[in-house]
């Protein structure tokens, strides 16, 4: 239904409706989505939850993602990604954009934009990927005077603190951090770029009781592990950050190479999604309904023939 109309807006704030998926128990998958449009897909194949991703929102703007774009832009598309789907979206935060004041910020605005959750790494700018070398690490009380300010700021937002301290550190060391997090007001942890079952379960069994989050990214160092399997090891909440984007992408290229190749787009119309999927999907009938004024749409059937 659309969103225009007050009766189908969810009436419990962002914030509440994540933690209440966190506390049922079992494990909250969420894949990434970086428009609305994949966000209305990701809700139609039943997902009760959406990520979204510094990588992807850097990516779709054709940039790297090394900290470089800014709170309003990824309010952008917090706004539309929670409004398409009305799910709750937990968002990448970077590094908070600065340091307390900063992050205090970027709580507010994200909460404003319908953000349900966030989370902050311990990284220095400029921060890169946690499934690339050499990242820069912060001093452990600076993340946690971080976290701590987010914590103060939130209405309602839930606050996960990543922790990218296991390349440089080993797991002890990101243990440390994690706990010095929780003490800070962090409600999970995300520990980033674990390289195999042994250490997810040994960060898992050193935090009893802590919601813990995994990311499942392709082309990283992370094998690939189902969201069972992450929640038998003692995660509960799983992310597919960039997997959306990928397909999305090489479809794309595929495409551009077609009508360069042959002049139109006549060989990739069965790769299309139609006219009529995406009015469907879109609830293009149901907005019409809403005003008087506007003609309903006939959906042309089918291409005409030369």
Known sequence: ?????????????????????????????????????????????????????????????????LGIITIEDVCFFIRQVARASGLPVLV??????????????????????????????DQLLPKKCGHLNDKKLADARDM????????????????????????????????????????AGADAIFPEALTNAEMFRAFAQALPGVPLLANMTEFGRTPFFTAHEFEAMGYRMVIWPVS??????????????AIRRDGGTQNMVEAMQTRAQLYA???????????????ATIIPQGMPQR
């Open 281 to 295: 999907l879109i609830g293009l009938q149901d907005y019409e309904a809403l005003d008087a004024s506007i003609v």
């Open 92 to 121: 990448d935060g970077d590094t908070g954009y600065g340091e307390a004041l900063n992050v205090m910020h970027m709580v507010r605005s994200f909460e404003d934009a319908g953000a349900a959750a966030v989370h902050i790494e």
């Open 244 to 257: 959306a984007l990928r397909v999305a992408n090489h479809a794309q290229e595929r495409l551009y190479a």
């Open 1 to 65: 239904m659309p969103y225009l109309v007050a009766t189908d807006l969810p009436s419990a704030p962002a914030g509440e409706r994540f933690r209440a998926l966190i506390d049922r128990g079992g494990i909250v998958q969420m894949p990434g989505a970086h428009n609305g449009m994949a966000a209305l897909q990701a809700k139609a194949a039943g997902f009760e939850a959406l990520y979204l991703s510094g990588a992807a929102m850097s990516a779709s703007m054709g940039l790297p993602d």
């Open 144 to 183: 946690a005077a971080k976290v701590a300010a987010a914590a103060k700021a939130r209405r309602h937002l839930y606050v996960i603190a990543r922790t990218d301290a296991a390349a440089s550190e080993g797991i002890d060391g990101a243990v440390a951090r994690a706990r010095l997090y929780i003490e």
